[in-house]
């Protein structure tokens, strides 16, 4: 089966630093509350990075949603002739939005990554 949104392209624009802190924060508390833990991991990027991005899908649904919206408020669909905010049933596939969000993701921490081996 063909993924329905190929050939589609997103541009992906950062947050300014006060907005991927808080955001990295809120993701941090969700997946240490999610673990069971009492405290969340300080260090921002640097920690949502060590800790893994994949752990943003242990947070429980309901408290994911905002974190989710948020990622996708940096997401803008764009064509020849328009780049907008997405719009309902621009994005076809669950797949594409959970790569979408990883990719938000990787766009704020990847300078922890340049370098590593």
Same mark, same amino acid.
């Given at each position: 089966k063909d993924n329905r949104d190929k050939g589609k392209t997103f541009l992906i624009t950062e947050m300014d630093a006060e907005? @991927? !802190?808080? *955001? @990295? $924060?809120?993701? *941090?508390? !969700?997946?240490?509350? @999610?673990?069971?833990?009492? !405290? +969340?991991?300080?260090?921002?990027? @640097? +920690? =949502? $990075?060590? !800790?893994?991005? #994949?752990g943003i899908f242990k947070i429980p649904p309901d408290r994911a949603k905002?974190? $989710?919206? #948020? =990622?996708?408020s940096c997401v803008q669909i764009k064509t020849p002739s328009i780049e907008r905010n997405l719009a309902p049933g621009d994005i076809l596939e669950v797949t594409t939005r959970m790569r979408l969000k990883m990719e938000v993701i990787r766009l704020h921490i990847d300078f922890f990554t340049n370098g590593a081996a």
């Open positions: 907005r @991927a !802190e808080y *955001l @990295a $924060f809120s993701i *941090l508390h !969700e997946i240490a509350m @999610a673990k069971g833990q009492s !405290e +969340t991991a300080s260090g921002g990027m @640097a +920690t =949502l $990075f060590a !800790e893994g991005i #994949e905002p974190i $989710f919206d #948020e =990622l996708m």
